[in-house]
């Protein structure tokens, strides 16, 4: 007997989670269910997490949490919930499988069957951003090696696990060179381990319009939190509705199931919502906690409802679905179902699948990281690098070379383009004048000179080497 965590959600969320739950033990789950409550009233009560520090004792404790959809309230620095989550409890992995229902549910692909893997905690959604000029923000793309490791090992594993041939890799590192460049490198490696399994690299913008297009191309796909995000809504639309798919938040300790879908507030308590979603979610929850011959049966049982054109009204067809249900009639047409395998789609077999199991990350020695120069950010209004250029060669004194200027990553200074158009936001790369590395009391020093200048520093950021193998970007253009 397995105690879950279990939380209702708004809007239609405890329609949907009444009739998940009512299928799984109908199918013979060993579950014990212990409710929290999270979402809207706990926003509006005070918490702008919208969850109570109690219930996230009872996540910890249990470990293993399905969720219904909730609502944000707009406004009020309401922080999303799924994103705490997944950072608070380190749900790593995003597993989104995507399969076709062709022909009761309407697609241009029929044939489709993949598995998105996305990295669920870093990239861009670190969510560190700052206004540094009056023109320019930014947003920090943090790429980890664990991060890395973490998610490409765990898309080989299921792979594996699941009897899939292929695991391809989504990156933009013909531009990120460093960020998705470690994303690629790690995959490369980890993929060595793998023999048996294909694989092979995309970049995102190519690989995203061949997804889009033709679906059957992939198998599981794996990729930075972005890109995921992004391409994991894309494909379950393309499959016919972004309503049907479930979605696996894993990590290391604990694992957060739910549907992808929102809590559709306007439908709530109409029975006319689609428990499906959901019920994916509660799938994947089986399977991951080991009681796969309930998962099976719920799956197949699914399957036949759905090819017998028993219907709820999202994926209603008039005249070719054969019969209009409602939330829980659905429900009951499942659990009629139960034992059956669907004659028209393939039956699912989880019995032999193994139990997914990662190693933990193991860190390595750290490399030998020598600073080799620093790029200093600084805010000036003019348009004319030669100008800014000529303020800053004599800041370093004997000690540092001013090397370059770039704005919005274009070089600009020396030989840059006056067709160039420059915000107020330039980086000024000092290097030593002479040997290989830089004393930090040399950066501290030309900050120093700057500011007797008159000069405006916003940031700095040191350039290192590791093993001699260089560790920040070119300017474009250089």
């Known amino acids: 007997m397995t105690t879950i965590t279990v939380a209702k959600g708004d809007g239609i969320g405890p329609e949907i989670m009444d009739a998940t739950l009512k299928i799984i033990k109908a199918a013979g789950a060993a579950i014990e269910v212990e409710e929290i409550e999270v979402g809207e009233k706990v926003y509006l009560a005070g918490n702008t997490a919208g969850i109570a520090p109690e219930a996230w004792d009872t996540i910890r404790r249990n470990k293993i949490f399905l969720k219904a959809p909730i609502t944000t309230p707009q406004g009020g620095g309401y922080k999303s919930l799924n994103v705490t989550t997944r950072k608070f409890l380190g749900l790593y992995a995003n597993v989104r499988p995507c399969m076709s229902l062709h022909p009761y549910v309407k697609t241009k692909h029929p044939v489709m069957d993949i598995v998105i893997i996305r990295e669920n905690e870093e990239d861009l959604y670190a969510g560190i951003e700052h206004q540094q000029t009056d023109e320019v923000v930014q947003c920090l793309k943090l790429i980890s090696r664990p ?170 067809k008039e005249g070719f679905s054969k019969e209009l249900l409602g939330t829980q009639e659905f429900a009951q047409a499942v659990m009629d179902n139960l034992g059956k395998k669907p004659e028209k789609f393939e039956p699912v077999c989880y019995a032999n699948a193994k139990m997914l199991e990662l190693p933990r990350y193991v860190r390595r020695a750290p490399a030998n990281k020598e600073l080799v120069g620093v790029d200093i950010f600084v805010q000036w209004p003019g348009t004319n690098a030669d100008e800014l250029a000529e303020k800053l060669q004599s800041l370093g004194g004997a000690n540092t070379t001013l090397s370059m200027i770039t704005n919005r990553g274009i070089k600009v200074w020396p030989n840059g383009f006056p067709e160039t158009f420059c915000t107020d936001h330039w980086r000024c790369r000092y290097k030593p004048a002479s040997g290989e590395t830089m004393p930090k009391h040399q950066i501290v020093d030309l900050l120093s000179s700057a500011e007797a200048a008159g000069i405006d520093t916003i940031k700095t950021e040191n350039l290192y080497s590791f093993d001699g193998r260089q560790g920040y970007s070119l300017g474009q253009g250089q």
Request: net charge negative; charged share 20%.
């Open 147 to 316: 991060g890395c490791e973490k998610i490409v090992r765990y898309a080989f594993e299921y792979a594996k696990v699941y009897n899939r041939k292929k695991v391809t890799c989504f990156t933009k590192d013909n531009i990120m060179k460093q960020t998705d460049g470690l994303f690629h490198q790690v995959f490369d490696e980890i993929a060595l381990e793998y023999p048996e399994i294909q694989n092979e690299h995309w970049i995102i913008d190519i690989g995203a319009a061949k997804m889009a297009d033709t679906p059957e191309a992939f198998d599981v796909i794996v990729m930075p939190n972005l890109y995921g995000d992004v391409l994991s809504d894309v494909a379950a639309q393309i499959t016919g509705s972004v309503g049907l798919a479930g979605s696996a938040n894993i990590g290391e300790e604990c694992a957060m199931f739910e549907a992808i879908h929102g809590s559709a507030p306007r439908r709530a308590g109409q029975n006319t919502a689609n428990p499906s979603g959901l019920l994916q979610g509660a799938i994947m929850m089986l399977n991951h906690i080991g009681q796969k011959d309930v998962a099976e049966k719920v799956q197949n049982a699914w399957l036949r409802t759905i090819e017998e054109g028993k219907h709820t009204n999202d994926i209603y």
